[in-house]
């Protein structure tokens, strides 16, 4: 199993996935046109797909979730707006207490999986389990086990230890959820109880894309093959917390629905969404089909969405142009929306999305024989020969022009309330120009003899190539040997230990949640991919965890914000430019600054006339 995470700050933070608006209105209800039968269009990302449980350190990714969004349903999830809907088809929350904070949630009667097994508390129960980790053999540290060169846990994995690879730490979300929650007599519902209060508890069970099939899971896992009988085996052991039947789950949890190709065995592709797996070619498309088990209101109108993979921009470009898809929405590039004007019978939206582009410093762990980066002085100093400056005026301006601008928060979106404040309080000011000199002068002090760092990025994507390329060649200038860990797996291989030295990707938002964000610096957190740890930091986000004044919220990050600039977490890029070209062949497409950006209403979507073979 690989390890991997990734997304960006919106209004305060935001969950985030590693990342790879339309003309319309913002309707958060079912289209009621109804399914068309042999209907179709085709779709392109920038990245394959490769597992069904983004819930892992492997599978975080929106690759990943931008499918699993439509194939597994849940309790709530977010419009364009961008507002939080609760998905009243799929069941139910209810806040019963306040102190202690508890929640009852309830599955609606009727509700299946694809294979006609009901969705109920199993499903939930497993979705806890995993979540909050508070089965977990205490103090196991799966990095040992990790390949440096795949990012996969190697076969040496011991198979008596319970492990989920949620992410999960005891400070934030269900991992507050240290009791085992209590199921309804209904056999649809659970009731947890969280031991202190957490500001985002509406976000943390069950939203769409997360829950996996409990049934599957046992089967596979303890090798029952009746899946009532496997229901129960799990929620024996779940409750009993039998270590011997959770370790299997757990590494099937963690590992059994990673995939990338369609799998021979038609149960990992089980689905309760509106659309399941029907096809997946290697490296080229996912092919989904309606669910016919699907019984909430966001019922496909589209009998067939076909997801083609298409990395290289200008090659997404020229598909969309010979009709070979009908949505994409690539890399943003000057040759792109210039690419784009020449095209008919297409709407183009050229905007600020909700990723950000930015650099990441392995504080341990990586590659470098002197972990480079462990060294403050040599961080700070690589911080100043990263042409942030140059970056945004050669590749992101000729796109978007005087609105791109640097982004210089960790924490905030450009615009949003809080931002000015914290990169006025920050040293992000320091970084806006190269210095060549102020670096060379660290570099000395710091006493490192080996001054190589090898960047991890995506070798297959035209604008990371060159964000490469002038970072090699300004730390050059002043000492450093940046060497090439670029790879299409790029993904796979971020956090894993001796990988690489510094990292460059982009982060996307996936929720309006203050705390969602802070995984990616909390000591341990899921997102936390550079092994930074802060304990200054750590008891911030404690405090952000129980915080309900919206303006202490905003003052507690702008010092989280200031702490990591001056621990020299790295340094923030852009804020990218977002380009979704639909064709007239298909209406309804209303992207969104949060992920899953463009396929947030797939269900929505209809073919139009133009679309109609005579």
């Not at 089909?289 to 083609?308: K, L, Q, W």
């Not at 650099?359 to 341990?364: A, C, G, K, S, T």
């Amino acid at each position: 199993m690989k390890r991997i995470s990734a997304a960006v700050a919106l209004t305060a933070a935001g969950a985030l996935v590693i990342s790879g608006c339309a003309a319309g209105g913002g309707d958060d209800t079912g289209d009621d046109s109804g399914l068309v039968e042999g209907s179709s269009i085709t779709a392109a990302w920038n990245q394959a797909f490769y597992s069904m449980n983004g819930n892992t350190s492997f599978g975080n990714a929106t690759a990943n979730n931008n499918i699993n969004y439509l194939v597994l349903d849940g309790f709530n999830y977010y419009n364009n707006t961008p507002e939080l809907v609760e998905n009243e088809s799929f069941g139910s929350y209810e806040l019963v207490s306040e102190d202690p904070l508890t929640v009852t949630y309830t599955i609606n009667e009727g509700m299946k999986w694809s294979d006609g097994t009901a969705i109920d508390a199993a499903d939930m129960m497993l979705y806890w389990a995993a979540e909050s980790r508070a089965l977990d053999t205490p103090d196991f540290d799966p990095d040992e086990f990790t390949d440096p060169d795949t990012g996969e846990f190697t076969d040496a994995f011991p198979t008596d230890v319970v492990y989920f690879d949620s992410g999960a730490t005891p400070t934030s979300g269900l991992g507050l959820v240290t009791q085992t929650p209590e199921i309804g007599e209904d056999g649809r519902s659970v009731t947890i109880t969280y031991d202190q209060p957490f500001v985002d508890w509406e976000l943390t069970f069950v939203t769409m894309g997360e829950m996996l099939p409990a049934h599957i899971v046992a089967k596979k896992a303890l090798g029952i093959e009746d899946g009532d009988e496997a229901k129960q085996a799990l929620l024996d052991a779940i409750e009993n917390d039998d270590a011997a039947a959770l370790a299997p789950i757990s590494q099937f949890w963690n590992s059994g629905f990673n995939f990338t190709s369609m799998p021979d065995d038609p149960d990992l592709v089980v689905a309760s969404g509106p659309y399941m797996i029907s096809d997946y070619e290697a490296d080229q498309f996912v092919t989904l089909t309606a669910n016919p088990e699907y019984a909430g209101d966001n019922s496909a109108n589209i009998e067939e969405i076909t997801i083609r993979f298409i990395p290289d921009p200008l090659a997404a470009v020229q598909a969309l142009e010979n009709g070979e898809v009908d949505i994409i929405q690539p890399q943003a590039t000057a040759d792109i929306t210039t690419a784009l004007e020449g095209i008919d019978g297409i709407t183009v939206d050229t905007s600020l999305g909700g990723t950000y582009e930015h650099v990441d410093l392995q504080f341990d762990q990586g590659k470098n024989p002197e972990n480079i980066f462990s060294n403050p002085l040599v961080r700070e100093a690589f911080m100043k020969v990263i042409p942030r400056q140059e970056i945004v005026d050669t590749l992101i301006k000729p796109i978007i022009g005087d609105d791109a601008i640097l982004r210089d928060s960790q924490l905030f979106v450009p615009g949003a309330e809080g931002y000015d404040e914290a990169a006025e309080s920050n040293t992000s000011a320091d970084y806006a120009e190269v210095d060549i000199e102020g670096a060379k002068a660290l570099l000395a002090e710091s006493g490192i003899t080996d001054t190589s760092v090898c960047i991890l990025y995506a070798s297959n994507n035209p604008r990371r190539v060159n964000e490469f390329a002038l970072i090699q060649a300004s730390a050059a200038e002043a000492g450093f040997n940046v060497t090439d860990c670029g790879s299409e797996e790029w993904g796979g291989l971020l956090g894993t230990p001796g990988a690489y030295d510094a990292s460059l990707f982009g982060w996307q938002s996936t929720s309006l949640g203050v705390t969602n964000s802070l995984p990616t610096f909390e000591t341990g957190g899921i997102n936390n991919l550079n092994f930074y740890s802060s304990p200054e930091v750590d008891e911030i986000i404690s405090q952000l965890n129980v915080e309900f004044d919206e303006q202490k919220k905003i003052d507690l990050q702008v010092e989280m914000d200031r702490l990591l600039w001056e621990d020299f977490y790295g340094v923030t890029i852009f804020q990218f430019p977002e380009v979704t070209a639909i064709s007239d062949r298909v209406t309804n497409v209303d992207s969104s600054i949060i992920a899953p950006t463009v396929f947030w209403n797939a269900w929505d979507w209809e073919v139009t006339d133009a679309g109609t073979e005579e």
